[in-house]
Protein backbone atom coordinates (compact mmCIF):
# COMPACT_ATOMS: atom_id res chain seq x y z
CA UNK A 1 0.00 0.00 0.00
CA UNK A 2 1.04 3.27 -0.85
CA UNK A 3 1.21 5.58 2.30
CA UNK A 4 0.15 9.45 2.18
CA UNK A 5 3.53 10.48 2.61
CA UNK A 6 4.57 8.25 -0.36
CA UNK A 7 2.41 9.43 -2.94
CA UNK A 8 3.67 13.06 -3.64
CA UNK A 9 7.03 11.79 -3.72
CA UNK A 10 6.45 9.03 -6.60
CA UNK A 11 4.09 11.47 -8.63
CA UNK A 12 7.45 13.56 -8.85
CA UNK A 13 9.73 10.00 -9.71
CA UNK A 14 6.92 9.04 -12.08
CA UNK A 15 7.05 12.43 -13.72
CA UNK A 16 10.13 15.09 -13.24
CA UNK A 17 9.33 17.67 -15.52
CA UNK A 18 6.75 18.12 -12.23
CA UNK A 19 9.81 18.65 -9.80
CA UNK A 20 10.54 22.47 -9.78
CA UNK A 21 6.44 22.78 -9.54
CA UNK A 22 6.61 20.60 -6.35
CA UNK A 23 9.31 21.83 -4.62
CA UNK A 24 7.46 25.46 -4.84
CA UNK A 25 4.72 23.84 -3.42
CA UNK A 26 6.89 22.56 -0.40
CA UNK A 27 8.30 25.54 0.02
CA UNK A 28 5.16 27.82 -0.14
CA UNK A 29 3.54 25.03 2.39
CA UNK A 30 5.80 24.41 4.45
CA UNK A 31 4.40 26.23 7.50
CA UNK A 32 1.20 24.14 7.35
CA UNK A 33 0.34 21.98 10.54
CA UNK A 34 -2.83 20.34 8.55
CA UNK A 35 -1.07 19.79 4.95
CA UNK A 36 -3.71 19.00 2.89
CA UNK A 37 -2.54 16.88 -0.34
CA UNK A 38 -5.41 17.83 -2.58
CA UNK A 39 -3.74 20.72 -3.44
CA UNK A 40 -0.89 19.53 -4.42
CA UNK A 41 -2.68 17.05 -6.35
CA UNK A 42 -4.78 19.67 -8.27
CA UNK A 43 -0.98 21.14 -9.23
CA UNK A 44 0.27 18.04 -10.25
CA UNK A 45 -2.95 17.79 -12.17
CA UNK A 46 -2.59 20.77 -14.03
CA UNK A 47 1.01 20.38 -14.54
CA UNK A 48 -0.17 17.42 -16.89
CA UNK A 49 -2.75 19.08 -18.72
CA UNK A 50 0.01 21.97 -19.56
CA UNK A 51 2.07 19.00 -21.02
CA UNK A 52 -1.03 18.04 -23.24
CA UNK A 53 -1.06 21.20 -24.39
CA UNK A 54 2.61 21.28 -25.84
Not at 9 to 15: A, D, G, K, Q
Not at 28 to 53: C, M, P, Q, T, V
Request: proline share 4%; charged share 30%; with cysteine.
Amino acid sequence: MITKEQMLPMLVESCPSFADDWREHQHEYSDEENYLRYIALGKFARHLIDLDKH
